[in-house]
Protein backbone atom coordinates (compact mmCIF):
# COMPACT_ATOMS: atom_id res chain seq x y z
CA UNK A 1 0.00 0.00 0.00
CA UNK A 2 1.38 3.36 -1.09
CA UNK A 3 1.50 6.64 0.94
CA UNK A 4 -1.34 8.45 -0.93
CA UNK A 5 -3.45 5.27 0.41
CA UNK A 6 -2.38 4.88 3.51
CA UNK A 7 -3.45 8.92 3.69
CA UNK A 8 -6.38 8.40 2.32
CA UNK A 9 -7.30 5.49 4.56
CA UNK A 10 -6.69 7.36 7.27
CA UNK A 11 -8.79 10.13 6.37
CA UNK A 12 -11.72 7.87 5.51
CA UNK A 13 -11.48 6.67 9.11
CA UNK A 14 -10.78 10.04 10.68
CA UNK A 15 -13.62 11.01 8.82
CA UNK A 16 -16.09 8.44 9.65
CA UNK A 17 -15.33 8.03 13.16
CA UNK A 18 -16.03 12.37 12.99
CA UNK A 19 -19.21 11.61 11.73
CA UNK A 20 -20.32 7.95 13.81
CA UNK A 21 -19.85 10.32 16.70
CA UNK A 22 -21.80 13.35 15.64
CA UNK A 23 -24.53 10.84 14.58
CA UNK A 24 -24.34 9.01 17.88
CA UNK A 25 -24.08 12.58 19.76
CA UNK A 26 -27.07 13.39 18.65
CA UNK A 27 -29.23 10.67 19.08
CA UNK A 28 -27.41 10.28 22.69
CA UNK A 29 -28.81 13.62 23.98
CA UNK A 30 -32.35 14.79 24.26
CA UNK A 31 -31.10 18.33 26.06
CA UNK A 32 -28.48 20.50 25.08
CA UNK A 33 -26.69 20.58 28.30
CA UNK A 34 -22.63 21.02 29.64
CA UNK A 35 -22.35 17.21 29.04
CA UNK A 36 -23.61 17.68 25.42
CA UNK A 37 -20.60 20.76 25.00
CA UNK A 38 -18.56 18.15 26.99
CA UNK A 39 -19.04 14.84 24.16
CA UNK A 40 -19.07 17.68 21.35
CA UNK A 41 -15.47 18.70 22.75
CA UNK A 42 -14.39 15.18 22.53
CA UNK A 43 -15.52 14.68 19.20
CA UNK A 44 -14.01 17.91 17.22
CA UNK A 45 -10.49 17.28 19.16
CA UNK A 46 -10.49 13.71 18.13
CA UNK A 47 -11.66 14.23 14.88
CA UNK A 48 -8.05 16.67 14.51
CA UNK A 49 -9.79 19.56 14.54
CA UNK A 50 -7.64 20.98 16.94
CA UNK A 51 -7.81 22.52 20.68
CA UNK A 52 -8.12 26.30 19.78
CA UNK A 53 -10.53 25.95 16.74
CA UNK A 54 -12.82 23.45 18.92
CA UNK A 55 -12.90 25.91 21.72
CA UNK A 56 -14.18 28.68 18.81
CA UNK A 57 -16.46 26.27 17.58
CA UNK A 58 -18.39 25.72 21.01
CA UNK A 59 -18.05 29.25 22.19
CA UNK A 60 -19.41 29.98 18.82
CA UNK A 61 -22.32 27.26 19.29
CA UNK A 62 -23.16 28.08 22.77
CA UNK A 63 -23.63 31.21 22.08
CA UNK A 64 -25.95 30.87 19.00
CA UNK A 65 -28.18 28.14 21.18
CA UNK A 66 -28.57 31.09 24.18
CA UNK A 67 -29.33 33.83 21.51
CA UNK A 68 -31.98 31.23 19.30
CA UNK A 69 -32.97 29.93 22.65
CA UNK A 70 -32.70 26.56 21.32
CA UNK A 71 -33.51 23.72 23.32
CA UNK A 72 -33.92 20.50 20.68
CA UNK A 73 -30.72 18.45 19.49
CA UNK A 74 -31.70 18.29 16.29
CA UNK A 75 -31.60 22.53 15.27
CA UNK A 76 -28.35 22.07 17.33
CA UNK A 77 -27.01 20.14 14.45
CA UNK A 78 -27.76 22.58 11.58
CA UNK A 79 -26.39 25.47 14.01
CA UNK A 80 -22.87 23.45 14.53
CA UNK A 81 -22.55 22.55 11.04
CA UNK A 82 -22.94 26.41 10.14
CA UNK A 83 -20.67 27.16 13.17
CA UNK A 84 -18.28 24.62 10.87
CA UNK A 85 -18.66 26.40 7.94
CA UNK A 86 -17.96 30.01 9.27
CA UNK A 87 -14.51 28.56 11.18
CA UNK A 88 -13.32 27.38 8.07
CA UNK A 89 -14.22 30.41 5.56
CA UNK A 90 -11.36 32.24 4.72
CA UNK A 91 -11.74 36.82 3.37
CA UNK A 92 -9.94 37.17 0.50
CA UNK A 93 -7.24 39.24 2.26
CA UNK A 94 -6.21 36.19 4.30
CA UNK A 95 -3.25 35.74 1.34
CA UNK A 96 -2.33 39.62 0.59
CA UNK A 97 1.74 40.31 1.71
CA UNK A 98 0.42 44.17 2.60
CA UNK A 99 2.55 46.13 4.29
CA UNK A 100 4.77 43.64 6.11
CA UNK A 101 7.60 40.93 5.56
CA UNK A 102 5.97 37.48 4.19
CA UNK A 103 7.77 34.16 3.65
CA UNK A 104 6.12 31.73 1.05
CA UNK A 105 7.02 28.02 1.85
CA UNK A 106 6.01 26.03 -1.24
CA UNK A 107 6.02 22.25 -0.86
CA UNK A 108 5.25 19.18 -2.72
CA UNK A 109 7.00 15.76 -4.33
CA UNK A 110 9.32 15.82 -7.35
CA UNK A 111 7.75 17.26 -10.58
CA UNK A 112 4.72 18.61 -9.52
CA UNK A 113 5.47 22.48 -10.37
CA UNK A 114 6.57 24.21 -7.85
CA UNK A 115 9.30 25.89 -8.89
CA UNK A 116 6.80 27.02 -12.30
CA UNK A 117 4.20 28.07 -9.11
CA UNK A 118 7.28 30.22 -6.97
CA UNK A 119 8.26 31.73 -10.76
CA UNK A 120 4.86 32.75 -11.54
CA UNK A 121 4.02 34.04 -7.74
CA UNK A 122 7.03 36.20 -8.10
CA UNK A 123 6.02 37.68 -11.51
CA UNK A 124 2.79 38.59 -10.36
CA UNK A 125 4.04 40.30 -6.63
CA UNK A 126 6.68 42.25 -8.95
CA UNK A 127 3.87 43.47 -11.12
CA UNK A 128 2.57 44.58 -8.63
CA UNK A 129 5.62 46.66 -7.02
CA UNK A 130 6.75 43.93 -4.18
CA UNK A 131 10.40 43.20 -3.68
CA UNK A 132 10.82 39.29 -4.15
CA UNK A 133 14.14 37.79 -2.98
Do not use: P
Request: contains cysteine; glycine residues 8%.
Amino acid sequence: MGFFDRLKNGLTKTRDNFVSGLDSLFSGFSEIDDDFYEELEEILIMADIGVATTDRIIEDLKEKVKEQKIKEVSVCRELLMDTIKQQMKVDETAYEFEHKTSVVLMIGVNGVGKTTSVGKLAGQLKAKGKKVI
